[in-house]
């Protein structure tokens, strides 16, 4: 039938016969030269290419109008026909500008004004320019609603992004496999990645557009994986004009820290640790007569602890005061600051170069970056080279395509990114008195440590030259596609995806970097120390098929898209070997021989597999209306067989109220529209094997013979299906003034259930936790998204500004009234809450009233039995007159209320001046450092003096009822000050914070039109200028221990964010 | 037109379905669907069962020796031990050591359910293996719940697997019932089953010795009787079945070459060291020294200094030690008892050596309080006096370095359990003067004691020098129902040697409730109203 119609439309064109003429011209390019190829036609039947001189020939009938002139890379072209002329000239258009009037969603694009869901948009070239390496960090302070949150400064760390404040009960439960349930999905190249991707491979300069899309409408079309909302990385296409390029960039950074912390110096800590151990002295033996100027012979006599000045005394040195700490100048002693001998100023290179060409038929882009940076912690450093190169060539109607983009990181990173050691509480608290023929060697090889701090923790400084802790991350990323150009507006696609990692990481710790117990011991060097390797791989294999078809009938515009895609993702295999006991420090490698194995280990993973099927039509009727409507269908195998698949619909409406005849023409709002959607989204976030029940090896011994076995590890649940999420969005975009002011107002709210949520279980079970699908959880929020331009002649200044506003509830917490979460603070348990009705994750701790100044206070007030004078004072809560767990109370949440960016860009002849603001408000972040084993005010006796602390709580600390301090400092040496003295508010700070992140000079060379080269710019920039915050325990509000969006804000002083202060030059030809 | 619908199917051909597709197989663990399903597999997981069981020493330390008279912690810390000694008993709620025993005994527990669930349909070369492997897994069965039933009291028990959702389902049981349905059936079903020694079908050789036989299964199940027979069950009825289990088991060792007894003291105090592991005890907890594994014994780090520890054993750190317990020293009183010495220098108690720590392992001297237990802890000290070389410095290092098996029946626990119920009698005493004299003491007459109660006591000490550190004293002193005024009286004489006048106060935290944990309070939260907490807490 179809054929038939065909065949008839195809007899009628050739009915009329017309008088014909013959029409001459040439093509050329937006520099007048000309271009070869063109095609020209007349109508479908009637057409011809252009010479090598641009020119052509074409003999029309009458009736022809116009002639279409289409060229790859420039705009459609028209020649209106005058029926006296013959001779015509046309200039055709570069398509440079494509890329900025189409918006990515899923699956295709769509023109800016049609789009009708929550979509915020950057270009490339807006952040390509700055000495940042991780594109995610770049992205702060650019898009509303969009958190993004530089948790650490490590070099090539990882940052979270959480879309629209997104959140997930598994966040709250530590269970090892699932860090980050709360990251956004990232399609790159409309190909979506595996949950591990992130975007710290890229290169900046490789991107050309990222786009978020931020509610459900939009992202439903990848369905169970959208929830989070979804990322898509454009990355730059090849340029199609015919032309070959290249394009260059280099910068060169110099990075400082940017804030030093207030710890007490040598002298200080002299003098504190002398009346410390002088009062606890008293405290303690005074009833014996042991009295303050007591020599160490008397207090040797009074303890009865007679190796005083020997390592390894136990508690002596708690009474026990170095005698040179009250002679003048403290002869034989030295003084460290060790964040000055840590923190250095480092260098940061970072170049790219990219290559681009086409003719006709093919075209191809090639580029390669390679970035240096030098940590400001010493020893540490990131290294990047990274390429990719994509070609396509068109045969008729065939486009096939090949892209591939591989990248290597490196990093080193010595206790970093450790969780519980990290690298910086070492260097803080570290004793800042050494003596002096020590120095900064003190407590390594071949030093003691300085025995009267009765501390043996390693020397930062050492531990950082020393150790190694160096991972290799090889990622690539390739494909391979074909589009078809089937029939009028009716294209095929397919794409083939081979996605993979493989990652390397290798430790060393010598002996020289151990305390003194291992240089006491038999082994001699080599003894202690302990190295590491681990491997591990990745690959991801997708193919995904799709056909779209897009027409315009009148005022009908109709967009529909088919798809089907499938996965296989095996992500992480892994091999390890770890070793001790080497032959010597020099011996890194394994020589099996002279190392003691200790673990030889290879794990593989259960793949996880999906099968997808979705389509989403698109209907615009006369720019004024735009209806979309999708559906997609998962099946994952992380799920039974009963509950795996789930369909997941979604819908918006458009309705561009100026474009209906009422709007007046001339009206101050040039532009209105009015979008609403609605959709629903999947998560599947759990271990590809949590639906089935697993056992793990153990092993015992019996009289001496090792015999392996298994044991129950982890108990499955084969009813699991996937977690929803219901959103709504209700959105305005405004072009005021000729879109001098143009802004966009989304409102969201969304409902989350069915979360997957691993829950305790009875013992008797013989598991500690399972899956389930409990709980729901509301957030809602307010996004806007502000462009203006304020002056535009001869001075230019443009603005923007994004504010987004977020909050949440728990609904239902599957049968419980409130579940305890987040981190353990030190001494005390969980510091967070989960409980129905509240915001989820509220920090719920005991409220710090002080601490108990004398015995007629402490036995005035409830305290718990362990309590003494001098330790911390929580308030008795709820009033009952005693201190239980009962008495912690909400105390703000760990998420701003309110995300702010702000940027300016300023324009004037050749120069350009770019600020950028964010700001966050209306959140805490814990600062579990505070109060940590050894550090600070940690009240145990046995770490008292044992490492540095605040300057401040050296000064006002509690000494005795005669000598109290502030009445807020706890007494750092009572053996047991009391109850939680970690988890109470006393170590909640606020996290506002107002930054100046970016400034930006620069300069742009004019250039000649016909010059080999095209652009010369050169740039001065400074990031992260200015910090005005609140949060004085650690280096920054935004440090987080946990690499996790929702929860975050649990800082173990985080490797602090550097200032960088840079200088670029941009080259293109 | 042709090519467009040629394109068109092709692409239909790739929407069709693959369900097949999404089963994918679990490639990074052994299912249990999958398992189980031969003898050599049974046999692989009743190693793993083992392996659940290694935790036993450490919270038969924590739970009942810490909670005992025989262990005096010097100092205050707010986590863990402390709070068991202090009888802290807000407090115990949520501690640690008591969550992680409760929810150690039902891994154990729950291991041996899967066993047993698969065990009648396994594929098996023997059934006499079987029936060997059945007895065995019921044994160990018997075992986490008799612990568990002796220090939580009502408890779920369960026979059977858990999906879940099932497990919400199982709710408390009277400890009467715990023992009348579960641990004495499993018992008498091991004792039934099991052999003079283990045989190992599966050809192998190796791997038999450490598990249970026949003795040990009676011996287990007269310890119930007794149990069952004190405090709070009070079970008069078990008392003649358990007199005569622990006759046969005496019996037996008698009549084979006086199997499991150590003959003289020398000897003794050898036994506490791994080259004499599996040589004295009816049932034993295995551990090993290994440079790569952590398989050594659990109670041992938890006993010792840190200092001390890392001094003798080359220095490792990593490892838990005592002082974040809380300096875990020997009651004073009993060290006393240990550092008496006659006229002519030598200890009156010569198990006092093996038994505790009389100067420091380096050879200084110890002051104040300070004495550690060291029965389950070869320091070099102690291997030199009992003339055994050094253990290598590098295997020292590791992570484990605790290479004694810890003794779960001994006989010389038989003995003293029989000397008690014969009562003050001739024969009661003769048995009473087995260890006694072994430990160079002079042998009791039966005119020394003028009461019962008196002669009772007396057996009492003697299991607590006997038995001292082996977790059998808070067990003890529940079962004759003297917790209270023992432990009161621990608090009020040895409060005053320290600087922490609250010590004292602690007495009065010993209440009539206190013999038996909190469910904790993490189980009771799992869902509400699945438990109900023990009285008093």
Known sequence: MKQLIAILALLL???????????????????????????????????????????????VDDKVKTLKVSYIGYKAGVIKLNATRSQYKLAMQLETTTIKDVVVIGYGAVKKGDVTSAISKIDGEEIEDRPVNNVADLLQGQLAGVEISNNSGTPGGKTTINVRGSVTLNDYVASGDDTDNTAPLYVVDGVPMDDDFDLSSFDAHDIASIEVLKDASSSAIYGSRGANGVIIITTKQPDKSGKFSITASANFSLQQVNKHIDMMSGSDYARWANAMANQRYVNTYGAQGGEADDGMLIRSTLTGKSNFNTINAGTAQDYLRDIRWTIPGHPGLTYIDWQDEAYRIAPQQQYSIAASGSNKQSNFRVSFGYTKQDGIIRGSGYERFSGSAQGQTKIDRFTFGVSIAPSLSVYNAVGTNSATDPINLNILTAVPVAEADAGVLTSSYPYNYYAFASDS????????????????LFRMLSNAYLKIDIWDGLKAEITGTWNMRLQSTRNFSPSTTKN???????????????????????HTFSLQALLNYNNTFGKHNVNGMLGWSISNTRWSDSSQTSAEDF??????????????ITKLDVAYTTPSRMVSYFGRGIYNYDNRYVVNFSLRRDGSSRFGENTRWATFPSFSLGWRISNEDFWPEDFIVNSLKFRMSYGKNGRSNIRPNAIKSSLTTATVYFDGVSQNGYKLSALGNVDLTWQKTDSWDFALDVGILKNRISFAIDYYIKHTGNMLYQ???????????????????????????MKTINITKPFKWTSTLNIGFQTNRVLDLGGNDRIMSGTSAYGSGKTQILEVGERVGDYYLYDYMGVFTSQADLDSYPHVATAQVGGIKVRDANGDGK?????????GNPRPDVTIGMSHRFSWKNWELYFLITSQFGGKIFAGQVGTKGFFNHPQGSYAGSRNMFAEYGENMWLSEENPGDGQTPAAWLTNSGYNYGGTTRNLYSSDYIKLKNITLSYKFRLPKKGLVKGLSVMLGIENALQWDRYDAGYSPESSAIQNSSMSAYDLVAYPTARIYSLGVKFSM | MKYTINIILFFSLLFTSCSDYLDAEMTDHVNPQNFYQTDAQIDQAIVGLYNTMMVIPKNRWFLSEVRSDNVWMQQETVSGASEICYFLNANLVSNGQVETAWKEYYKIAANANAIMEHIYTAHFTSEDMRDEYVGEVRFIRALAYFDLVRFFGNIPFSMTTFTAESSFDAKQSSAKEVYEQLIIPDLQCAAEQLRETFVRYNNKTSGTVGRPTQMAAKALLAEVYVTMCGYPLMDSSKKELAMSLLKEVIDYSKANNDKWWAKDIDEWNKMWMHENDNKYYLFEIQADIDANTSQGSTITPYTVDRSWNSRQYGGNNTMTNGNSYGYPYVEPGLRQYFMQKDASGNFVDQRAFGTITLTQPNGGSLSGNVCYYQKFWENKLKRETFGYSDMSASLLSKTSTWPQNFPVIRLENIILYYAELLGRSEDGISYLNKTRTRAGLTANRLSDFTTDEDYQEAVLNERRYELAEEGHRWFDLVRLNKWQTTLKNMFVTDGPTTTNPLLVGY????????????????????????????DGY
């Not at chain 1, 050739?14 to 013959?22: K, P, W």
């Not at chain 1, 003194?516 to 990745?538: I, P, Q, V």
């Open chain 1, 13 to 59: 064109m050739t009915l009329g016969i017309y008088a014909q003429r013959e029409i001459k011209g040439t093509v050329v390019d937006d520099n007048g030269e000309p271009l070869i190829g063109a095609t020209v036609k007349a109508n479908d039947s009637n057409g011809t290419v252009t010479d090598l001189d641009g020119n052509f020939k074409i003999t």
């Open chain 1, 457 to 472: 923790s390693t020397n930062p400084v050492v531990r950082l030259e020393n150790t190694k802790q160096e991972r290799q």
């Open chain 1, 516 to 538: 003194l117990y291992r240089f006491n011991a038999d082994g001699g060097e080599g003894m202690g120390t302990k190295g590491s390797w681990t491997d591990k791989k990745g």
């Open chain 1, 583 to 596: 032959v010597n420090d020099a011996v890194e490698g394994y020589t099996l021989n002279s190392a003691d």
């Open chain 1, 759 to 785: 829950m305790y279980l009875p013992a008797i079970s013989g598991y500690e936790t399972a899956y389930f699908n409990i709980g729901k959880i509301r957030s809602s929020g307010l996004d806007i998204e």
């Open chain 1, 883 to 891: 201190i239980d767990e009962n008495d912690r109370i909400r105390c």
């Open chain 2, 507 to 534: 007495a009065d935290n010993v209440l009539p409730f206190t013999y038996l944990y909190p469910i904790p309070q993490q189980q009771l939260q799992v869902q509400d109203g699945l438990y109900h907490q023990n």
